[in-house]
């Protein structure tokens, strides 16, 4: 009793007096602001944006914004109400000191908080060769800033467009060019687009999809080399075929680099892969120890879940930032038995050569694939993965109203082939392996070791990596 | 009570203004058979579930309720031979049905036609305010049939191409529809209630007779109209064969508002019932169109629709539906499960956390939801703005026979006068 009443004393004096900063300007961060208060959070409240733009939407910059639809600064994100921060923008976070409870700004600012959101998400991975990477006419895509520079250099009308990556990006950049009427050549380096997330069997319809649509889709090579011209455009590229191509524009669609560079040495456990942290948004120190004061949520979020095995998992989808903010938000204003878990059922949308791809669950984690409902050829149908006799994912082509049966039977772990429908049946119904290439294999060095002797004086630490 | 004994209560005429007791009974049993050969969903969960499950059919040719009646219509309508047994989308299963929507939706909504249901909204004003000023000097209307019949007649007319003229002609037949074919109680097996079911067979056959004739007309003259489009365009799937176009303009019109005035009328209804509400949506407009779902939420103005049956055995909510049983989907019920609403009965204008069945769910979701929402809005929106001092005359009011498509016959509202 004495000890409830105490809790409550102590939720409603951070509610009232605590400071929160959220680092990161963005989906997740955003709907974090606006449930902090929602739940009545009226202490100090500070947002930190490496961009100068307020929160912004990015599906559309891909697809409409590239089409001349909606222009790039034009994706702002609706507010649910007034969120009454102060809003860094345009300065990054370059550091986090957790013994003085500061975040260190890219000015040399300080900004101390009580409770901290990382939401710093992910950043479009460069041309690997940084003189070629400097060619004009050489863009990434994953900020309005590149959306707006990619808009134009397409609105004028290049020769070629060369797209190299197929995953949902680059499919979607390259579905756009096509609705432009613009040449373009797709290059990637697996068997088929879309195999990392959606496997070779739906990457071989994709690939007809972009096919019939007239992209020169070229798989199985690498792009070596790109050549610019006298005045330092890009003209050429070298493909790992020994083919080269002359090109007026070059997209690097190479997937994204999450952006926890800034939280070196600060003590989380932070790396490439994400940074750690439970099912309630709580981030693990270096030793795996959850923290009490920091969380995380949206892109770089590698939480456990519960659907698969306890792995940890990053899902890099819109809902994941939205619910992912909201849940981390409530448990930072919440004490136990108060807190909610974040417990996402994976789900993602693509819009491509006129085609509405939409899924659930985590494909990858599947080895085989059924297809169930519709018509592989009408490119409209519904699939679902399976590992070791159980659904662990689904995909549907302009199908998507069926999803929900398919998500339900994921959330309940059904067996794996479902039963078959009883109408529009797409096939046998019979599993075939899915073809997903094999995980990646780290490389490079740990940054992390173990050191100590004595069990109670073991720890991790942190081993700075040489650049 | 049994669930038996609970679904018999609440599908009798006379539970008709509130059979929510009754289905709160059923629901102790969220899938429970009903009936012979018919199980009956009450169990929010249980429903989306089911709405979603690709084993659950809506072709009536599989169902045993529907494969009867199917038999007994195509025997009474043997001049309509040349056009075959036709189904619309709404009892047809994939690939047709996907088809069918397709081939209709191309003509009504986004991305091929994303204007005509926003160019419908200053008719639909104007003619709303047409209707208060008629009642002008009065202090008493019918809200049903002074108010909400007119509106969404008149414009499912207009988007369908179907003369308006003619609209004394085929409101006869479509009441005798409604109240022949579209009750699913007991009173339909007695003396009145075979007399009912044949005049409704009776009726159906002539309206479907005169959109036969009307679809003829179309293929032979096209115009700009739905459904003439529907018929001659060239699009993807080609243009729809013209038994189907029968079939839809069928589904289209009837469905395309009457429903629609139910609606309205329980709108109206339901805000005049709970006091402070009126003030409420009056004071804060910006809250109508929140209220009008919670009123779907409540009174659902199509409360089940038995087309569906089970082509497998499904095991759900510890019953086994078995394979070749009818499947009512209770959506006036579920959109009351106290495991998914809290408060399930109280009218809350401002509930947030609201995703009812009242447009159903699934592939067969309401196609014309997104016209009906406009004219609801600015039918109630219009009539809270202008009515003054507005109450009920009768609560409850008088119900229409079906227990399907759900809603007043009458609803007298006084009011102390109508402003400009």
Redesign the interface.
């Known amino acids: 009793m004495k000890t409830a009443a105490l809790v409550a004393d102590l939720v409603t004096e951070f509610k009232t007096n605590g400071r929160i900063v959220i680092v990161g300007a963005s989906l997740a961060g955003l709907r974090a602001a606006e449930t902090l208060r929602d739940e009545g959070f009226n202490g100090k409240l500070t947002i930190i944006g490496d961009e100068k733009h307020e929160p912004y939407d990015r599906p559309p910059l891909s697809k409409q914004v590239l089409k001349g639809w909606v222009r790039a600064d034009h994706t702002l994100l609706p507010r649910t109400r007034n969120v009454d921060a102060e809003w860094r923008l345009g300065v990054a976070a370059t550091g986090l000191d957790r013994s003085s409870k500061q975040v260190r700004l890219a000015n040399g600012d300080q900004v101390p908080f009580d409770r901290l959101l990382i939401a710093t998400g992910t950043r479009a991975r460069p041309w690997f060769n940084p003189k070629e990477a400097t060619l004009e006419g050489v863009f990434t895509l994953r900020t309005s800033d590149e959306a707006a520079q990619l808009q134009a250099a397409l609105a004028a009308k290049p020769g070629r467009v060369l797209i190299v990556g197929a995953g949902f990006i680059g499919s979607e950049m390259a579905s756009v060019c096509r609705e432009l009427g613009l040449a373009v050549t797709v290059a990637e380096r697996a068997e088929a687009p879309l195999v990392g997330a959606l496997g070779g069997v739906i990457g071989d319809i994709a690939a007809e999809m972009q096919r019939d649509h007239g992209v020169d889709l070229r798989t199985g090579v690498s792009v070596e080399a790109l050549e610019g011209d006298a005045k330092g455009h890009v003209r050429r590229a070298r493909l790992s075929d020994g083919t080269a191509l002359d090109v007026d524009v070059v997209v690097a669609s190479l997937g994204s680099i999450r952006n926890t560079e800034w939280l070196e040495g600060a003590g989380l456990a932070t790396g490439r892969w994400g940074v750690a942290c439970d099912a309630g948004c709580r981030v693990f120190d270096i030793n795996g120890v959850v923290t009490d004061s920091i969380f995380v949520a949206g892109d770089i979020a590698r939480a456990p879940h519960v659907l698969y095995e306890y792995q940890f998992l990053v899902l890099e989808h819109w809902d994941n930032a939205v619910f992912g903010g909201r849940v981390a938000a409530h448990n930072m204003v919440s004490l136990e038995p108060d807190r909610r878990p974040h417990l996402p059922l994976p789900a993602f949308w693509s819009g491509q050569f006129g085609v509405n791809i939409k899924g659930v669950g985590v494909g990858p984690f599947g080895d085989e694939i059924v297809i ?4 592989v050829k009408e490119r ?1 149908f519904a699939a679902t993965y399976g590992r070791r006799g159980r659904i662990v994912a689904a995909v549907t082509f302009n199908h998507g ?2 999803l ?2 398919y998500g ?1 039977m994921i959330e309940r772990s059904a067996p794996f082939p479902p ?1 078959p ?4 049946q797409a096939g046998d119904m019979k599993p075939i392996p899915a073809r997903f290439p094999p995980p990646g294999v780290p490389t490079g060095i740990p940054d992390v070791v173990l050191t100590g002797h004595d069990p109670t004086d073991r720890s991790a630490e942190y081993r700075p990596k040489r650049r | 009570m049994t669930p038996e004994t609970a679904y018999a209560e609440a599908m009798k005429f006379e539970n008709r203004a509130n059979p929510y007791p009754f289905f709160d009974e059923l629901r102790k049993t969220p899938v429970a058979r009903v009936a012979n050969g018919i199980y009956a969903v009450t169990g929010y969960r249980e429903l989306m579930t089911l709405a979603h499950d690709p084993r659950v059919s809506s072709d009536t040719s599989h169902s045993p309720l529907g494969a009867a009646s199917a038999a007994g219509a195509k025997a009474e309508a043997d001049h309509m031979k040349a056009y075959g047994r036709a189904m619309s989308m709404i009892t047809s299963d994939p690939p047709d049905h996907d088809r069918m929507r397709r081939q209709a939706m191309r003509h009504f909504g986004p991305p091929h036609t994303p204007d005509l249901i926003e160019s419908m909204g200053s008719g639909i004003q104007l003619l709303c305010n047409r209707l208060l000023d008629k009642a002008k000097g009065k202090t008493r209307i019918d809200i049903v049939d002074d108010y909400a019949y007119p509106v969404p007649v008149a414009v499912i007319c207009k988007i369908l191409g179907v003369p308006l003229k003619d609209e004394p002609t085929f409101h006869g037949w479509i009441y005798d529809f409604m109240a022949g074919l579209m009750d699913m109680g007991p009173e339909i097996t007695t003396d009145e209630g075979k007399a009912r079911a044949a005049k409704g067979k009776e009726s159906t056959a002539a309206l479907v007779q005169y959109l036969t004739e009307l679809i003829n007309r179309f293929v032979r003259e096209p115009g700009e109209s739905m459904l003439s489009k529907m018929v001659n365009d060239d699009g993807p799937d080609g243009p729809m064969a013209p038994r189907d176009a029968v079939a839809n303009a069928t589904l289209l019109l009837i469905a395309g508002h009457d429903s629609t005035v139910n609606t309205i009328a329980h709108c109206v209804l339901t805000v005049l019932r709970n006091p402070g509400s009126l003030e409420l949506l009056r004071g804060r407009p910006e809250l109508i169109p929140g209220a009008i779902e919670e009123v779907l939420r409540l009174e659902s103005a199509v409360q089940f629709f038995p087309s569906r049956s089970a082509l497998a055995d499904i095991e759900i909510a510890g019953t086994v539906i078995p394979k070749g049983s009818a499947v009512f989907l209770i959506y006036g019920a579920a959109n009351r499960d106290p495991s998914r609403f809290p408060n399930p009965n109280k009218f809350d204008p401002e509930r947030r956390d609201n995703e009812h069945f009242g447009w159903g769910s699934g592939i067969h979701t309401c196609f014309g939801g997104p016209l009906a929402r406009l004219e609801v809005n600015l039918a109630l929106e219009t009539f809270l703005r202008r009515a003054e001092n507005s109450r009920l005359v009768v609560d409850p009011p008088p119900y229409r026979q079906s227990n399907v498509f759900r809603g007043p016959r009458h609803l007298f509202i006084d009011f102390d006068r109508i402003r400009d």
């Open positions: 169930t409902q519709g018509s409209r109203k069926w929900e049966y339900a039963p429908p009883g109408y529009d």
